[in-house]
């Protein structure tokens, strides 16, 4: 696929903090994009799409003590479809072809994270430190861009379609172990 996309963005984000323990995230995100196919994707049935996607999100740590931090955050995400599933084809071969992407949505979620933070000093040596965080997430997605799947002897499909809603669960755990003479992550 070709193109031009041409995309601008806005972010404002604030921190305060209570009490020394209590810090709470505000934010927002704006983004405005427009694409444009070139020939070849015009020629494909590609057209000129353009729009807007607003971000917001907060977020919340609450430091239980020096070693051991609680934290939490909402998001809602806009994505705006990129060029290539907006204009990508792909030609009849054993299965039928894939065209363009005409109406394509912008994808949008909402998250919520849960985690906490540990970190330790002196774990094994003197003057070494440890640290953790663990999080878990779930993801509500609406529009969900994803290939199209295709059918031997169906008819042609859009390179890229919106599936209407998905979930999305998950855990990330991060370490990081730091000593004078190595260290691991």
Known sequence: PGGTDSRIGAYVQGEFTFA???TIIPGVRVDFGEQVPNAASAAAGGVAQ???AVSPKIAAMYEVSDSFAVFGSLA???RMPTLDELYSTQAAGALPARTVSLGLEKE???TVELGFTLQRQGV???GDSFQMKVTAFHNDVTNMIAVTPRVAGGPSVPYYSNIAS???WG?????????ER???Q
């Open 124 to 126: 094994l040596a003197e």
């Open 171 to 179: 855990a990330e755990i991060e370490a990081a172990y730091e000593a």
């Open 108 to 110: 949008s979620a909402d």
């Open 20 to 22: 020394e323990r209590l």
């Open 182 to 184: 190595w260290f691991a």
């Open 50 to 52: 353009e729009g807007t």
């Open 76 to 78: 809602r995400t806009e």
């Open 166 to 168: 998905a979930q999305l």
